[in-house]
Every structure is written in C-alpha cells, then in structure tokens.
Nanobody, 126 residues
C-alpha cells in the first residue's frame, strides 16, 4: 500500500497561485499514475489532473487546463500541482491518489484509484 501525504493548501485571493505537493511512501510507485481530485462542500469529488509516473504523460480537467500544471519529482517521490489564476470555484479539498494499473481511459475516474491521501484545503476568496 502506498501512503500519500498532501500539503501546500491555504487561503489565496482570486487570481493568486498555490502549489500543492503529494509525497508518496511505502512502496515503489514506478509504473503508477498519480492523480489529483477535489471535492467542494455539497459536491461530488471530481478529477483535476493526472500524470504518468514513468513517462510524464498528463491529462487535465477542462476546467483547469491552462491554469494548473501537474508534475513529478522522481528523486523525492513527490507530485506537484501548480495552480495559477485561481478562482473562487477552485475552492475545495484537494486529494492525491494513485492508480496501479497504468495509463488509460480510466484515469479521470476516482474508482480506478486505490490509495488516497488525507487532503489539503484550498480556499480562494473573491
């Protein structure tokens, strides 16, 4: 089982930036897909972005494409989510998670993800 710990959330004004981090430990994540999801109060959890650990392929939700960037730092088993031009509608708890079955059409489906972090809160004020 992979343990995931998110950090970097906080309160920011509209138009501001934050960088979230997700540190993985417990076993090798080579070949995994790392994803970010978010859940706002009263809403379902939704896909934000994903990255293939091995070759760096990425995918984004249309609502964040062009504003958010997902990346990984292999030496530290860490995935980042750089969030720019933040909007109040980006306010949510952000979670990172892992898919062990590799890259495929399932990467934006939370049911494909086996391990989850505890989440980090992002609040964007208007």
């Amino acid at each position: 089982q992979v343990q995931l710990v998110e950090s970097g959330g906080g309160l920011v004004q509209t138009g501001g930036s934050l960088r979230l981090s997700c540190a993985a430990s417990g076993r090798t994540i080579s070949g995994y897909v790392m994803g970010w999801f978010r859940q706002a109060p009263g809403s379902e959890r939704e896909f934000v972005a994903a990255i293939s650990w091995s070759d760096g392929d990425t995918d984004y939700a249309s609502s964040v494409r062009g504003r958010f960037t997902i990346s990984r730092y292999k030496a530290q088993n860490t995935v980042f989510l750089q969030m720019n031009s933040l909007k109040p509608e980006d306010t949510a708890m952000y979670y990172c998670a892992t898919v062990t079955t590799g890259w495929g059409p399932w990467i934006n489906d939370e049911r494909a993800y086996a391990s989850w972090g505890q989440g980090t809160q992002v609040t964007v004020s208007s």
